[in-house]
């Protein structure tokens, strides 16, 4: 997507701050949103598209001044609306009857086999490899150049690298497509590979000396030199 939302390479945020012993969760809200989506992926509420396309959908403001999680907040409200799930008044109106009575608790309900569910789906480590006969087009030491396009919807090419030359550094096998992995999409797996750039080559006169760019890519993103 050539829109906000490719915040990589892009200039003018500043330098990235690194937090020391970063918790997993900065507040409790954003753990209790993790596990609301966790509770609620067997609906597919952002199908067909996705969560990534919905995210994608916001409005750049919006986007740039939201953190992560409350990026997952709205576009979880947004897609519950959509759905006719819950309704623009109803999220209104608890919304506000929370904040007038904030010593008010919140609905909980206990259900040991959904929360056995939603662990097992956490923790479950699904295999990337894909077994689909796919055969390589490169090989590592091939001569590449990153593909010039203009995807409508996501993609994972970075603005910055498209039309840039670099070289295959390793072959990771085949993986899902991320492009067209959403619901409702066939994932048309394809083979991976780690491209090294030259930092001149993306950046010019102004790289630093000997610096080099490792970016994994599918194969359709590039092609031969």
Same mark, same amino acid.
């Given at each position: 997507?050539?829109g906000?939302?490719d915040?990589?390479?892009?200039?003018g945020f #500043?330098?990235? $701050?690194?937090?020391e012993n970063?918790?997993?969760?900065?507040a409790?809200?954003?753990?209790?949103?993790? #596990?609301?989506?966790?509770?609620?992926?067997? =609906?597919?509420?952002?199908? %067909?598209?996705?969560?990534r396309?919905v995210?994608?959908? /916001?409005?750049?403001a919006?986007?740039l001044?939201?953190?992560?999680?409350?990026?997952?907040l709205? !576009? !979880?409200? +947004?897609?519950l609306i $959509? +759905?006719? /799930?819950l309704?623009?008044?109803? /999220?209104?109106?608890k919304?506000?009857f929370?904040?007038?009575?904030r010593?008010a608790s919140l %609905?909980?309900?206990e259900?040991p086999? $959904?929360?056995?569910?939603i /662990?097992?789906a956490?923790?479950?480590r699904?295999?990337?490899?894909?077994?689909?006969?796919?055969?390589p087009?490169?090989?590592?030491?091939?001569?590449?150049?990153a593909?010039?396009?203009?995807?409508?919807g996501h993609?994972?090419?970075?603005?910055?690298v498209? #039309? +840039?030359?670099g070289?295959?550094?390793?072959?990771h096998?085949?993986?899902d497509?991320?492009?067209?992995? %959403?619901e409702?999409?066939?994932? +048309?797996?394809q083979p991976?590979?780690?491209?090294?750039?030259?930092?001149s080559?993306l950046w #010019?006169?102004?790289?630093e000396?000997?610096?080099?760019? =490792?970016i994994d890519?599918w194969e359709? =993103?590039?092609?031969?030199?």
């Amino acid at each position: 997507m050539n829109g906000i939302h490719d915040m990589g390479g892009m200039h003018g945020f #500043g330098p990235i $701050e690194y937090e020391e012993n970063e918790p997993v969760f900065h507040a409790v809200w954003e753990g209790r949103m993790y #596990g609301l989506r966790r509770a609620i992926a067997r =609906y597919q509420i952002t199908a %067909p598209h996705g969560s990534r396309y919905v995210i994608e959908s /916001l409005d750049p403001a919006v986007y740039l001044t939201s953190s992560y999680y409350e990026r997952w907040l709205l !576009t !979880t409200e +947004k897609a519950l609306i $959509e +759905k006719g /799930l819950l309704t623009a008044e109803e /999220l209104d109106a608890k919304t506000e009857f929370f904040r007038e009575h904030r010593e008010a608790s919140l %609905p909980r309900r206990e259900d040991p086999e $959904e929360l056995e569910r939603i /662990l097992t789906a956490t923790y479950y480590r699904q295999p990337l490899h894909r077994e689909v006969g796919v055969v390589p087009r490169f090989k590592v030491g091939d001569r590449v150049k990153a593909r010039n396009i203009n995807p409508m919807g996501h993609t994972r090419l970075p603005r910055y690298v498209r #039309g +840039k030359r670099g070289v295959i550094a390793r072959y990771h096998g085949v993986h899902d497509f991320q492009d067209t992995v %959403p619901e409702g999409f066939e994932a +048309k797996p394809q083979p991976v590979y780690s491209v090294r750039f030259e930092g001149s080559e993306l950046w #010019g006169d102004v790289a630093e000396a000997n610096q080099s760019l =490792y970016i994994d890519m599918w194969e359709s =993103y590039m092609e031969p030199v």
